[in-house]
């Protein structure tokens, strides 16, 4: 029966797969098709130039002691792409994550950002010149309401200035203005009925909608994402996956930090992937999981299992292959 | 009967004060830091020494009294830039050990005998050579006058004039703590408070906000010290770590983060500590000596901040709904 009922499964399994893709391919935005066109022209190697690069670091460093946690030779973000950046755990993403968005100093290397040298911008003028990112652990503002939180994020508000805030007429203009613009990204977050809420009470998976829908108060060009979907549950990650899409859409860049590997195969443009500190692959979603080099990186033991199975999904699974992992 | 209404009213005359005043608006200094910026500033006692000696060598030295006033508040200005600058980038511990260490150096520094030309020593300055420029302000003729139990001169120490002029200097930091706090700036002291790496991220100057903060409240602080000087003297073992944790007392009394809790905590807790002192002494008078009864009383009050803190932690006007996440 078992044995039937496997054999039984591979050629649905396929056929679905084939009908999903088929109707990827029909509901994928212009930008997506038009990112996937460009990036097919490139080389999928590591380092290699892109076409339009956004971001580009080149010999990063960053040593712990005697550990090197990043060591990255090369590396080019195409911009209006979605990248994804995986690797198992203890890869240096994070910390190459902290590095890049001014939260962490390299022991050497520099990089640049929209053509500009960035290697000792603090992170508060770089999220000031369009570099916006969010954080594994959520940072909702707890005391804020929601909409405080939005309103924080906007950028160029004279009562900002300790001056300025003693005459309400300099600034509440440019409040009501912000708050408009606030209602209508938390319209598009399904965030609406709560703004007045404070953060703090809000669950985890709206406090990764905040985090992001307060990240684009702030007019960013790029967008950096540290694991948008963790702890967030499967009902919720079919819409935060939607949301990131429709960020490209709309024309920026986003580079994310993921362990989903569901998520990294069905929206991400480009792939790249980290292993003890060093980037070890780079390519389009469906080729780069089949990379040997990434094969032996991530899944040790279990060659044999697609990296984007959606059978990866089902926490029975996942609590097999982790046990078998622990075995070894 | 006669003695009860004594003791009542001795209580109910600390409601008005100076030194209630003193300690409100250092309340309100200390509430900017911590209450609305999350800065922990142990040392305020520091803050006020610093805007005592400013005020009182001020005028020794012959400054009008405006002159001495604003020399008072740059005094604490300067304390506040000057333990900013290496801790602001730490941490918040670390700014909770330097400010406690500074008030004490600060103490240590007054009574040493090295300054006492201008210091006064161990035994500080007497009031009468620093106070008859204030008192000379006084549009009050001179005489007396009861309002209900309260019956004071009208200029001199411990005077009516004292009194309007502490409590007028109490409600116009109270009306600035209000423009600042409603307005954008406010919001990013409060976001700062959550958590700052959110509000760097976002593309804030986290640094130059907490300056900004820790200025301010400093300021609030000094001229404290100097209202808490005008009717007695300077004495710097007058304010050392006990005057601190009064002040955090006050604070934590009233509602840390509400505009009137620095207030309301002052005058509430002065009420409540003469009331316990004087019902105890004539109460107790045949159990223990007069200066038992202080140290009882010093104790009781460090068992109300412990209760404060552990039952109400929000105060008296604080929001229990704000209290309901997990904040830290």
New interface residues.
Partial sequence: MSVEKTENQNEPADLEEAVAAAAAETTRSEAAKRIAETLSGVDPKVGIAKPDPILTATGVQRRFGGMTAVDVEHLEVQRGAITALIGPNGAGKTTFFNLLTGFDKPNQGTWEFEGRAITRTSAAKLARSGMVRTFQLTKALSRLTVLQNMLLAAPDNPGENLFGALIRPLWSGVEKRNTEKALGILERFNLHAKKDDFAGSLSGGQRKLLEMARALMTNPTMIMLDEPMAGVNPALVQSLLGHVQALRDDGMTVLFVEHDMHAVRHISDWVVVMAEGRIVAEGPPHSVMQDQAVVDAYLGAHHDTDLGDDALLDPAVLARLEAEEEKR | MDELSRILIQALGQLIAPATAAYALAAIGLNLHFGYTGLLNIGQAGFMLMGAYGFAIATIEGAPFWLAFLIAAAAGALLGLILGIPTLKLRGDYLAIVTISAAEIIRFAGRSTLWAEYTGGASGLAGTAYKTTFQALSPLPDGRTAIGPFEYIHNGSDSWWTRIFAWGLVLVAVL?VW??TR??????L??I???E??????????FSYKM?ALI?GGMAGSLAGMLFVLPISVSPDNMGRTLTFFVWTVMLLGGAATLWGPVLGSMLFFFVYMLVRTGMRSGLADVMPTQNVEYLAGLLVGVALMCIVIFRPQGILGNK??L??D?R
């Fill in positions: 600035l423009l600042i307005s954008p700036w406010g919001r990013v409060k976001g408070r959550e958590d790496d959110a509000v760097r991220a976002l593309g804030k100057n986290v900004q301010l709904k704000e309901a996440f904040v």
